[in-house]
């Protein structure tokens, strides 16, 4: 359909942003966007039903080391769980456009520890972004909740994105802390058999995930899964040599 607003682009990484980019191509269908983080939930939630106050909320951060470490330590303060909605939405995005390289990641205690990024001019408040996101949420279901709980809710030919913590690839690439709870082997697997309950619901499904070998031979174990490869771009290394396009696996059964 033809447009004349502003297309959103990603707020975050992962499942979302695939949505936003689709959700003026398949407007007449209903979507549902689970994950278990509670913050990147929340931020979408209230950039769908706030954003107004989201935005006054933005406009008053700082880009400065004393700020930023300000800021990331709400998350050890007791009252940080009486804070608003809109107040924890903007924290998470000051933070995420603050931070080195961007990235999201809590210690075991689920406590924000990336440093500060030394950025000269991060667009912190990126307001006809975020306006071009809030339209495309609008209708939109926004849950927190395990992946599991979303079986009895889908049906045959509904098309499902699973795009989970990856599996690290070495053992200097083993981040999968976006929740204090990690992402271990246990749950990959977890993770594939609900992929063939989706199979036996003939619900279609769509999963990345990194090439680590097991995890190749894992999926290969049911001939009724399909496994591409792509290369995506990756900005996040200690070492710049390490940055650039890695190999990742596509898996679906359809």
């Known amino acids: 359909p033809h447009n004349t607003n502003p297309t959103p682009h990603q707020l975050f990484p992962g499942a979302p942003p695939l949505f936003i980019s689709l959700i003026y191509k398949l407007e007449e ?16 939630v209230v950039v769908r039903d706030d954003v107004d106050g989201l935005i006054s909320h933005l406009s008053r951060y700082k880009n400065s080391r004393p700020h930023y470490e300000a800021i990331r330590s709400w ?22 456009k603050t931070c080195y390289n961007g990235l999201f990641r809590v210690n075991s205690a689920g406590e924000f520890n990336v440093p500060f990024g030394k950025y000269k001019d991060p667009n912190i408040c990126d ?45 200097t690439s083993n981040f999968n802390s976006y929740t204090s709870e990690r992402f271990d082997e246990v749950e990959q697997t977890r993770l594939f058999k609900f992929c063939q309950a989706l199979t036996r619901k003939r619900a279609r499904f769509l999963l990345s995930n990194s090439s680590a070998l097991w995890l ?12 591409g490869f792509v290369k995506a771009q990756r900005s996040i290394n200690s070492d710049k040599h390490g940055r650039g396009p890695v190999t990742e696996i596509v898996v679906r059964n359809y």
Not at 141 to 157: G, M, P, W
Not at 216 to 227: A, E
Request: net charge positive; hydrophobic share 30%.
């Open 29 to 44: 269908c209903k979507f549902r966007i689970r994950d278990r983080n509670e913050q990147l939930i929340n931020t979408f």
């Open 75 to 96: 998350d050890r303060d007791p009252q940080f769980e009486n804070r608003s909605s809109v107040e924890k939405a903007s924290r998470l995005i000051y933070l995420n």
């Open 127 to 171: 307001e006809p972004n975020l306006r071009a996101c809030s339209r495309a949420l609008q209708g939109v279901t926004l849950e927190v909740a395990d992946y599991n709980e979303s079986l009895k809710r889908i049906h045959a030919d509904d098309l499902v994105y699973i795009d989970p913590p990856y599996e690290p690839i070495s053992t």
């Open 216 to 227: 190749r031979h894992l999926y290969r174990k049911d001939k009724r899964f399909k496994i």
